[in-house]
């Protein structure tokens, strides 16, 4: 399929890490929305990683992504609108969940957020440049609550006041 999906999701992972993360979700579950058209598997362009979408009733998707070193990590997804941008909303599944309450208490799972910009013919996606993002907030530093962490940029606001950042960037 398409190897948009793939990059635009590869680099969304990378959000947590290293990029813009948000501890709340840019799509609230009541909010989700459910379109087929994303389901299926995304190659990527050296056919070594891809992106396995299914389904998770009732409106949500479970994404497999496996990397061009074949380690797998997994998410779960929500696609709604902010404002008039689609997005899909995409967050770690528990990687231990063996692990002691103690050690799992201390981990965060956050979320990242992909656009979506047309799914018919192809799949088009584009994600929020991390380094501008941090470029925009240290000029406006009060314009929504959020952490700088290293080269990341965690985002601590509640839904509604991420959603109305995500507006007002996307217009920029």
């Excluded at 609550?145 to 217009?171: D, S």
Aim: hydrophobic share 50%.
């Amino acid at each position: 399929m398409s190897l948009r999906f793939a990059t635009a999701f590869l680099a969304t992972v990378s959000l947590a890490a290293c990029g813009v993360a948000s501890v709340a979700p840019f799509v609230p579950a009541a909010d989700a929305v459910f379109d087929a058209r994303l389901l299926g598997t995304w190659q990527g362009e050296n056919d070594k990683e891809f992106v396995v979408i299914t389904a998770l009733p009732p409106n949500g998707y479970t994404l497999a992504y496996t990397d061009g070193d074949g380690k797998t990590g997994r998410f779960e997804a929500l696609l709604g609108h902010i404002g008039p941008l689609l997005v899909l909303d995409v967050s770690p599944v528990d990687p231990s969940p063996d692990a002691s309450d103690l050690y799992r208490s201390l981990l965060l799972p956050l979320h990242g957020v992909v656009v979506v910009d047309s799914m018919v013919p192809d799949l088009h996606f584009r994600i929020f440049e991390p380094d501008s993002v941090k470029r925009y907030l240290e000029q406006q530093p009060n314009l929504i609550a959020h952490e700088m962490r290293e080269a990341a940029v965690v985002l601590t606001a509640p839904t509604a006041a991420l959603c109305t950042f995500l507006a007002t960037i996307a217009r920029r």
